[in-house]
């Protein structure tokens, strides 16, 4: 299974504790870990397997885990971790570095090297950690890079760290949706886009590849578009000039995708509105002021648009989800 969630909640006392111990051991690698919570420890887990490469959503009380160099040479995966931070602080200790990260840091850290973490929490009763795991032989980037980057805090805030914080967020709020079809197509976007992140942070970003280059491109314009889709301005030129290229080049990088990058704008503004129309909380604003709001100030040309995407009118499908007929978003 790709996608498979896990809790602690049906389990009672001590025995909270000692599965998630023993899971969190199986999924990732084998730690020790310790808590004040040992009689409550109330903790889930979602993972999404994409090959080689995993995707997690931990939430869990605060804890300390520590590596040792026994567990290490009794079972190493060779793999690297990067923590996002959702909730609460974390603080790590691996190769003679410290560092302590806060929500939006992220961190990346080595399972082939003795690691000590501590996690806590201020004014909530869990901790949240958005965690990927990937083996190092994947990442395109000099041994000696990664272990410049061990246990570096990157702030999440700008820039590609804070275009992956929001991809890993998303991939993750989706993670239940994904078919086995789209395990490779999401492994390959995630390995491009934690190695331009990573790249950024060592200041080594021109030694990518050109087809992670453009990957990364792709995903800054992708959030450049859903950003400004309301701004009926908003065209294949507006675009190419946020991103400093010619219009030839951008639709050169969209001429795998299937679609024009003008025909994906107008589809995401259909898809804001087709799911507007059915919010309860938006039934006394007009059906034309819901359009303009997503970039159709022209009411014939939004309906026939509307029409042509969804095979019906967007009068008649309010009035169907006002009576229980909506149809379903495309």
């Not at 397997?49 to 290490?72: E, H, K, M, V, W």
């Not at 009763?125 to 890079?145: E, F, M």
Request: glycine share 6%.
């Amino acid at each position: 299974m790709m996608w498979t969630a896990y809790s602690t909640e049906h389990l009672s006392g001590t025995e909270r504790f000692d599965h998630w111990e023993t899971m969190i051991s199986q999924a990732h690698f084998r730690t020790t870990i310790a808590s004040d919570h040992l009689d409550d420890f109330l903790a889930s887990s979602q993972a999404l397997n994409l090959g080689d490469i995993q995707t997690f959503a931990q939430s869990y009380p605060p804890l300390d885990a520590r590596r040792t160099p026994a567990q290490i040479r009794r079972g190493d995966p060779e793999v690297f971790q990067l923590w996002l931070t959702v909730r609460g602080e974390v603080g790590l200790s691996q190769a003679g570095r410290h560092t302590e990260v806060g929500e939006g840091d992220l961190v990346l850290y080595d399972s082939s090297r003795p690691c000590q973490a501590q996690t806590a929490t201020r004014d909530r009763p869990d901790v949240s950690s958005l965690i990927l795991q990937i083996p190092r032989a994947r990442l395109p980037l000099h041994s000696n890079t990664l272990d410049q980057l061990t246990l570096t805090r990157i702030q999440g805030q700008t820039g590609i760290s804070a275009l992956f914080r929001h991809y890993l967020t998303d991939l993750m709020n989706h993670a239940p949706q994904y078919e086995e079809c789209d395990a490779l197509r999401l492994a390959n976007v995630t390995l491009d886009l934690l190695s331009a992140m990573l790249a950024e942070a060592a200041r080594t970003e021109d030694l990518l590849s050109p087809e992670t280059q453009q990957t990364v491109l792709r995903t800054r314009i992708n959030a450049f578009i859903q950003q400004h889709l309301g701004d009926p301005g908003l065209t294949p030129a507006a675009v190419a000039a946020a991103h400093q290229i010619s219009v030839r080049y951008l639709h050169r990088l969209y001429q795998g995708e299937g679609t024009t990058i003008a025909d994906g704008i107008r589809r995401s503004r259909l898809r804001r509105i087709h799911r507007d129309l059915v919010d309860p909380r938006l039934t006394a604003r007009s059906i034309s002021s819901i359009a303009a709001r997503w970039g159709f100030p022209e009411p014939t040309h939004f309906s026939r648009a509307f029409k042509t995407l969804y095979g019906i009118t967007p009068r008649d499908h309010r009035h169907q989800a006002q009576h229980g007929g909506a149809q379903a978003v495309r």
